[in-house]
C-alpha cells in the first residue's frame, strides 16, 4: 500500500517568521503557528489548550511569508510532516521533532494596518536539494 503524508492546520504565528538562506543561496523561513483547541473538563469547565507547531517554507514563498506574515496573524498551511533528528549538544543525546514543511500558505484575516495584503501563494514543493543536507543550523 502506498504512503500518503499530507497535513492542513489553521492556527497563529506566535512570533514573526524567520528567514534564512542556505551555503547554496536559496530561502527558507521558519515559524511556529499555535493551535488552540477547547474542550470542558470532568467538571463540565471550558478548557482551551494550544498545540504548537514549527513550520518551514522554501524559496521564494520563504521571502513572502517573512515580508508579510507578523506574529499574531491566522494562517492556514498545508504541507507534509517531516521529523528533523539532531544530537543534543549539551549531554549528546539523539533528538527529534517533527515540522511541517509548507507547500502551500494561505494569508488569512486582515494585514496588520498601513500594510498591502499579497495574494494567497501558490503551490511550491521544495526541491530534493532542498533537504536538510544543505541548512547550516
Known sequence: MPNFNRVIILGNLTKDPDLKYTPTGTPLCNFVIAINSFFKDSKGVKQEEATFVPVTVWKKQAETVAEYLKKGRPVLIEGRLKQERWKN????????????VASIV????????GQDEKPPISNEEPSPEQDEENIPF
Do not use: A, E, N
Open 106 to 113: 494561505r494569508f488569512l484575516g486582515k494585514p496588520p494596518q
Open 89 to 100: 549538544k549539551d549531554d549528546g543525546k539523539d533528538r527529534s521533532r517533527m515540522i511541517v
